[in-house]
T-cell receptor, first 111, second 115 residues
Framework: KNEVEQSPQNLTAQEGEFITINCSYS?????LHWLQQHPGGGIVSLFM???GKKKHGRLIATINIQEKHSSLHITASHPRDSAVYIC?????????????FGQGTELSVKP | SQTIHQWPATLVQPVGSPLSLECTVE??????LYWYRQAAGRGLQLLFY??????ISSEVPQNLSASRPQDRQFILSSKKLLLSDSGFYLC??????????????FGPGTRLTVL
């Protein structure tokens, strides 16, 4: 079993829908990252969380440390949100800032 | 502000040929540096990380090697490429130290095809 599991693996939504992507992990962590990878391959860091909730525009990320779970929400989704969303955690035992990555969730938003 | 560069952007190489991918970071000192690979249809895999000049940690056994000849330069190399080395190679950096604030920032990537 992977240390970081994301669900769903693939998601198709209509423009305007509310989207939720989930991430569960099995190790103690000091931080959790949500990343966005566009079709060309470039990766952008969306959020880094260690507790609670963060919001940036239409994106909201939450984390529950006790339940070892995080969610990424997209409100009023748009076709330009189509990308792969990757959850990554930094284990407490980590050295040098290493991350463990989930397999990613491929989101397609249709107009 | 900090920027991270990778080159080349794309590369097609024959099996058995050597490889050298370069990553440089500007606007910061003593960053942690990372090389990741993303094979087709798979998640990101950490290959190497470095916390300082000449300090390289390898995460997976393979025919690749990494070097950090300067503070903000990270090089990924191979003497003989294999077909299985094809993939998307990403370099990333994070601020020095191990604090929670060590967000990672990714370069644009190099798409390597080994034929």
């Amino acid at each position: 079993k992977n240390e970081v599991e994301q669900s769903p693996q693939n998601l198709t939504a209509q423009e305007g829908e509310f989207i939720t992507i989930n991430c569960s992990y099995s190790v103690g962590i000091s931080a959790l990252h949500w990343l966005q990878q566009h079709p060309g391959g470039g990766i952008v860091s969306l959020f880094m969380l260690s507790s609670g909730k963060k919001k940036h525009g239409r994106l909201i990320a939450t984390i529950n440390i006790q339940e070892k779970h995080s969610s990424l929400h997209i409100t009023a989704s748009h076709p330009r949100d189509s990308a792969v969303y990757i959850c990554a955690v930094r284990p407490i035992y980590n050295q040098g800032g290493k991350l463990i990555f989930g397999q990613g969730t491929e989101l397609s938003v249709k107009p | 502000s900090q920027t991270i560069h990778q080159w080349p952007a794309t590369l097609v190489q024959p099996v058995g040929s050597p490889l050298s991918l370069e990553c440089t970071v500007e606007g910061t000192s003593n960053p942690n540096l990372y090389w990741y690979r993303q094979a087709a249809g798979r998640g990101l895999q950490l290959l190497f990380y470095s916390v300082g000049i000449g300090q390289i940690s390898s995460e997976v056994p393979q025919n690749l090697s990494a070097s950090r000849p300067q503070d903000r330069q990270f090089i990924l190399s191979s003497k003989k490429l294999l077909l299985s080395d094809s993939g998307f190679y990403l370099c990333a950096w994070s601020p020095p130290g191990r604090g929670v604030g060590n967000e990672q920032f990714f370069g644009p990537g190099t798409r390597l095809t080994v034929l």
